[in-house]
């Protein structure tokens, strides 16, 4: 498989999950495991461009296939524009379910860079965020699908002068 734009290979034990051997044979400890049951979604990578919950795949599926994990959003030094919105939104609090989520949030502007509100909330409901209620982080996907289209994304809520 290709993970982050580099080959990996290796034996493993076909029972190994790919969000352990992404967290334990890679070292890339980006990808959380919240819950390992499918439901929280803080294990979310990208699998030959669509989104999936690394805890409900095996390892030995991803044989030929290509990976990115939010470790690989970033190239040159230079943010993806969903990592960017969450910075410049404050899509965040605690960040244990940000790289899941900014994941999901990669896989849905890939299908539509000019989602609206219900789409965005739509397209994330399979990852949950226990402290942020969601409104910033829908706030930073408004942001980055604006980036991706090439247009300024709209002023945050606190630079707007009443």
Known sequence: MTVNDRSVSGDIDPRTLLVHFIRENLNLTGTHIGCETSYCGACTVMFDGRTVKSCTVLAVAADGATITT???LAKNGQLHAVQEGFWERHGLQCGFCTPGMIMAAVGLLEENNNPSEDEIR?????????CTGYHNIVKAIEYAGAKL?????PPAEWEVSA
């Open 149 to 153: 289209r090439g247009e300024e994304p």
């Open 122 to 130: 739509h397209g994330i409901e399979g990852n949950l965020c226990r």
């Open 70 to 72: 939010i470790e690989g």
